[in-house]
Each structure stands twice: as structure tokens, then as C-alpha cells.
């Protein structure tokens, strides 16, 4: 199950897995988004690729309007499935 957070203004936190479950509840905080954001992967366990989907969708929307998604906290093997899809030529990652 996916957790997201919102508490602080400007930042995601994202708990859990980002799958295809879990696919239009993500759709309904990220089309939301109309300015730079960070989205913090710190605790998220498992991305599949309809939330890599979700978060490609939001970045060229934001893109559109010189706008941007700054992806942090990635552990390891979350970090390696952005870096094989080439997604790390597409976020700003830290």
C-alpha cells in the first residue's frame, strides 16, 4: 500500500510500494502538482512501472512551465530502477 505525505508545503513523501494498485490514488495528489516539487522516496519500498509512469506524466507536465520534480532519499535498489529505465536523464535526482 502506498503512503503519501503532504504535510510539508512543496514536498511528497511516499511510503510503501507505488504500484499499479495504487496507480489512481497517486494520480489524484500528483495532477495536483502545478509548481516545482521534491518528492522524497526515503521510504518507499517498491516502484513499479505505472508509478515510474505517474511520475514521467508529472514531469513534463510541470516541464511545460519551466517547472520541476526533484526526486531525493532514493534507496539503492529504487535508484537502480530509475538509473536502467533512464530516468535519471529525465528527473533531477539527488
Do not use: W
Amino acid at each position: 500500500m502506498l503512503q503519501i505525505d503532504q504535510s510539508e508545503p512543496g514536498v511528497i513523501r511516499l511510503a510503501g510500494r507505488f504500484d499499479a494498485s495504487q496507480e489512481q490514488k497517486a494520480r489524484q495528489v500528483f495532477t495536483r502538482i502545478h509548481t516545482s516539487c521534491v518528492i522524497s522516496f526515503e521510504q518507499l519500498e517498491y516502484i513499479s512501472s505505472a508509478g515510474l509512469s505517474v511520475l514521467l506524466e508529472t514531469q513534463r507536465r510541470l516541464d511545460r512551465d519551466g517547472h520541476t520534480l526533484r526526486l531525493v532519499a532514493m534507496r539503492p535498489p529504487i535508484r537502480n530502477v530509475f538509473m536502467i529505465a533512464g530516468f535519471d536523464a529525465v528527473f533531477e535526482i539527488d
